[in-house]
Nanobody, 117 residues
Framework: QVQLVESGGGLVQPGGSLRLSCAAS????????MGWYRQGPGNQRELLAL???????NYADSVKGRFTISRDNTKITVFLQMNSLKPEDTAVYYC???????????WGQGTQVTVAS
């Protein structure tokens, strides 16, 4: 059973940056796309960024130009570089593989990102 472990969250001031990491225990097929999601207070979990096995990326409009997703296929580690953070980016951030455009594995615990001055 694959377990996803997210890390790198924390408290940051508006305009600041964070880099999130996602590692998997177990084997994730390299051809799976990987995505970063977030769930803010009172909100549904939303897909923010996606990266295919070939490196193609896609972003939600809310983070386009500020967030960058990347992956290390040798270790199936996924990263999310977050710049120009805003208070509305406050949420718990999760990663997952996508199969048929849907999250595939059980969710990890996520990593909390809080943007506040």
């Amino acid at each position: 059973q694959v377990q996803l472990v997210e890390s790198g969250g924390g408290l940051v001031q508006p305009g600041g940056s964070l880099r999130l990491s996602c590692a998997a225990s177990g084997i994730i097929p390299r051809f799976y796309s990987m995505g970063w999601y977030r769930q803010g207070p009172g909100n549904q979990r939303e897909l923010l960024a996606l990266i295919t096995s070939g490196g193609d990326t896609n972003y939600a409009d809310s983070v386009k130009g500020r967030f960058t997703i990347s992956r290390d296929n040798t270790k199936i580690t996924v990263f999310l570089q977050m710049n120009s953070l805003k208070p509305e980016d406050t949420a718990v951030y999760y990663c997952n593989a996508l199969v048929n455009s849907r999250p595939y594995y059980p969710w990890g615990q996520g990593t909390q990102v809080t943007v506040a001055s």
